[in-house]
């Protein structure tokens, strides 16, 4: 039978997957700082969790004897019994999945109270007032997370509390207050459940188990786990440890340190704290925390030993840690340690600082940063030019700066993102039931809370641009109003945020591209010098190629000649050589067509002078360059009923529509098989491309793609066009220019050595190789059944996001072995989304491919994913 219960003495770590981010660190820490610095406790395995939900919330076998048996030797330990009349030991039972889920899964706090203990505690610690703040926290905290009682019902108690005795805040409420509160929060329970509250210790803590793994399978954790690509099988592990207090008085406090600035990633400490309060108060945002500067002056020499054991903590994990810690009667405990989750420019500052101090070397480093989230350093931020007026100002928590309509729900943010409307989502303060409007609005408003709080943990997360703590704000939800001073703001109303600064304005300020800094150059550098795999991006027009060479493109992966076509100048010629009905008369519209298709490769070539230049060919059907037949049918209807002279041309323009128009367009007339059946329209844009690259001072290693080849006869016919085209021209295949084709089809996999001999390399195409694999069709999937897919948990996560490995990912590592066993020189890259996803990545490296190619403001991410993947796995395919 599998061991379920381990001692925090007992754990390290190592065994994060068995015991949970939460539970392997404080083991560590343990080990580290010793026990008299950590509260003793034990853990309840991940391995529980999964059993438990497999029984269908059936505690597993031999579980409830093993929690008796940790809670007895703890009691040893503490020298107090859970829930004991005249001395009690209290505990907290908090939730540890193996990846950090700042605020989607359930604590309880003061566990052990009850009608009579409260009174022992209360004589124990000859602080009244101490132990019924305590049993109306656990009460509260109890009702809501073990029976869902809505925090609404206790936090407007708290409110009409403090109105009736004329205070401002809870620590202001008195003993007989805290008693009546107490009463009250007993009797919502019994209002809101048909029962009294529990008096049993041992009942309360099997209850708040029983709660923190049913936490796991909670919408706001399945929400989170979606977003966050985490499994659900790996459950979620439950922590009891020993109660340490913070709120018994002022030379007691909660707190949540980092070891340096969570947002810009500086070498000093930063965080917050509170005197007299548990770390519930400062993480909930209900309460404005004071920084954890001024803890010097309140408490120095407990200032300067967390300060030490912050340096102990970064030094023993390598890497920037968030801990959480109580000073109970002038001592300090810590409770939690763990690296700490941080915005991109926090994350490069961190890792170039590490390796100037020798804390790390430069693999380590590069291994510290989460690629995804270096999307943030290429947001906008506020003209330094521009005038504006400060409204109001708060925490700069997330940084970036963001602009749009207010909202004040999570479901009106996430409406007016599928509308495609920018919002900022504006809230007093933010619990795990906004998450899905942080993934929806543009950036994130809050009147209360600090760097911990949960809006602050979330943004910084996603992303998103956060200025929290903004107090002058009055935020009324009812009203769906924001007043400061005199100025009254209303739903739908413009606002602007910098969450880099931390203010709020009422003014359009103008929004400017980020500029990467020295720090992010530095890591790109190393990230360089590692990785295996180039980096290209997808590119159609110089200014995209500019700004990939700008964030350090290697060249172009895919450039789509169609959207050329798609210019208000083009599109007649365009129409002209599509109703054209002869041979001839297409090559005369061609030829009109020609020079400024040459002209479009110019402006290309001329960026990226030098280096690798993937140009397909036409791909798309005809049809998608003329009207709509519908609405084009309008057209012809009323050009007759105003007996207009356009009619016969519009007449022939739908009838034309009509023959060419398809029942499956996107597998129909498309890619090569315009190239076979017009080869004229082939012809002139390999002229184009070619007389481009002579005309080019430095002509680019240009790469000419024939798009959707099924069969290998059709890559060789279209080769042979190209040849011929080239010698036209004076130019010679491997000399001036290379034939591949992309490979976006599964039989092009199953069959890739025979391709192979006609190409010089290859590009999987991985969006269409997955709606064809899969039968997805991707633009209507995503919204139809894709979400559907995602909640019955059929699929993990979207196809289109990141390849599927078992199905897609195998075609990849097919044709990318095949090929290269028939024609050992084959090039192999991929320019599907999946080469700016940090995780298809890895698969592509591992899968032996030369370059991704992305969208030009992914280039970084996959310039750290490359080097990730190649520190990870230095061989670097399977084999």
């Known amino acids: ?376 350093l290429l947001h906008p931020t506020f003209d330094p030019n521009a005038k504006f007026e400060v409204l109001a100002s708060g925490v700069n928590a997330s940084p970036g700066a963001a602009k749009g309509a207010i909202v004040f729900t999570a479901a009106d943010a996430v409406a007016a993102a599928q509308e495609g409307r920018d919002v900022i989502l504006v809230r007093p303060f933010t619990d795990a039931e906004d998450v899905a409007g942080f993934h929806a609005a543009r950036g994130i408003l809050t009147s209360e809370g600090g760097k911990a709080s949960h809006a602050a943990l979330v943004a910084r997360g996603m992303g998103r641009p956060a200025v929290v703590g903004a107090q002058a704000l009055t935020i009324d939800l009812t009203t769906k109003t924001v007043s400061v001073n005199g100025t009254h703001l209303h739903e739908g109303d413009l606002i602007a945020i910098d969450g880099t600064r931390g203010c709020v304005t009422v003014d359009d300020v103008p929004l400017v591209e980020a500029v990467v800094d020295e720090n992010f150059e530095q890591v790109l550098t190393w990230a360089d010098e590692v990785r295996r795999m180039g980096v290209r991006a997808n590119a159609d027009t110089p200014q995209d190629a500019g700004k990939a060479r700008e964030l350090g493109a290697e060249g172009i992966g895919l450039c789509r000649t169609e959207h050329m076509f798609m210019a208000e100048d083009r599109q007649p010629k365009m129409r002209a050589m599509i109703l054209a009905d002869d041979t001839e008369s297409r090559k005369a519209a061609l030829a009109e067509l020609l020079p400024l298709q040459q002209q479009d490769f110019e402006g290309l070539f001329e960026v990226m002078a030098g280096l690798p230049v993937t140009v397909r060919l036409l791909d798309p059907p005809l049809h998608e360059f003329l009207p709509h037949a519908e609405d084009l049918a309008a057209h012809v209807e009323r050009a007759r009923i105003e007996d207009s002279h356009d009619l016969p041309q519009l007449e022939r323009l739908l009838e034309r529509v009509h023959e060419i128009s398809e029942e499956n367009p996107m597998l129909g007339t498309r890619g090569c098989r315009l190239g076979i059946l017009y080869p004229e329209i082939y012809e002139m844009q390999v002229h184009a491309i070619l007389r481009a690259a002579k005309a080019a001072e430095e002509p680019p290693h240009l790469e000419i793609m024939i798009p959707l080849v099924d069969y290998e006869s059709e890559i060789e016919i279209m080769r042979q066009l190209v040849v011929a085209v080239g010698e036209e021209e004076g130019l010679t295949i491997g000399d001036d220019y290379t034939v591949g084709t992309m490979i976006e089809l599964p039989r092009a996999c199953f069959v890739a050595d025979r391709i192979a001999r006609f190409a010089d390399f290859f590009s999987f195409g991985t969006n269409d190789l997955t709606q064809t694999a899969l039968g997805f069709s991707r633009d209507d999937v995503e919204s139809k059944f894709v979400p559907i897919y995602l909640k019955r948990k059929i699929i993990d996560r979207s196809p289109f996001e990141t390849i599927d490995k078992p199905g897609v990912g195998w075609l990849v590592r097919l044709g990318a072995w095949v090929g290269r066993e028939a024609h050992p020189g084959l090039k192999l890259g991929i320019c599907g989304e999946h080469g700016g996803d940090p995780e298809s990545i890895v698969f592509f490296h591992r899968a032996g491919l030369d370059y991704v190619s992305c969208s030009p403001f992914r280039v970084p991410i996959a310039r750290i994913a490359a080097a990730q993947a190649s520190i990870d796995y230095p061989i670097g395919r399977w084999d």
């Not at 989170?224 to 439950?238: L, S």
Request: with cysteine.
């Open 1 to 376: 039978m599998p061991q379920w219960v381990y001692d925090f003495a007992d754990g390290s770590k190592e065994m994060r997957e068995l015991l949970g981010g939460k539970g392997a660190n404080v083991a560590e820490m343990t080990r580290v700082l010793g026990a008299e610095r950590v509260p003793a406790g034990f853990t309840i395995t991940t391995e529980a969790c999964v059993e438990y939900m497999r029984a269908d919330r059936q505690e597993p076998a031999g579980m409830a004897d093993e929690v008796a048996d940790a809670l007895k030797r703890l009691q040893e330990r503490a020298g107090k019994d859970l829930g004991d009349r005249d001395d009690p030991l209290l505990v907290s039972v908090r939730s540890g999945a193996r990846e950090s889920m700042p605020g989607m899964l359930d604590t309880v706090l003061n566990l052990g109270l009850n009608d009579q203990s409260v009174l022992g505690l209360a004589t124990a610690t000859d602080n009244d007032r101490f132990a019924w703040d305590s049993y109306r926290r656990f009460v509260q905290m109890f009702g809501n997370v073990s029976r869902g009682i809505p925090g609404e019902r206790f936090e407007d108690a708290i409110k009409d509390a403090k109105s009736q005795r004329g205070v401002s805040d809870d620590t202001e409420l008195d003993v007989d207050a805290l008693k009546e509160l107490t009463a009250t929060f007993k009797d919502i329970y019994r209002q809101e459940t048909g029962e009294a509250f529990p008096q049993d210790p041992f009942e309360q803590l099997r209850l708040s188990i029983r709660a923190v793994f049913d936490s796991w399978v909670g919408d706001r954790a399945i929400e989170y786990r979606r977003q966050n690509h985490i499994p659900e099988e790996w459950g979620t592990a439950v922590n009891i440890q020993q109660m340490v207090f913070g709120n018994k008085g002022d030379t007691s406090g909660s707190g949540v340190a980092f070891s340096r600035d969570e947002v810009t990633g500086a070498p000093e400490p930063s965080g917050d704290f509170l005197p007299n309060a548990q770390g519930e108060d400062v993480v909930s945002g209900v309460r404005t925390p004071r920084d954890i500067a001024e803890m010097k002056q309140w408490m120095p020499e407990v200032y300067e030993e967390l300060m030490e054991i912050l340096r102990t903590l970064e030094r023993h994990y390598g890497d920037m840690q968030d801990t959480e810690f109580t000073v109970q009667d002038g001592r300090l405990y810590m409770l939690q340690t763990r690296n700490a989750k941080r915005p991109a420019q926090a994350a490069v500052r961190f890792a170039v600082d590490a390796v100037k101090e020798g804390l790390l070397n430069r693999e380590r480093a590069i291994m510290t940063i989460d690629p995804n989230s270096l999307d943030a």
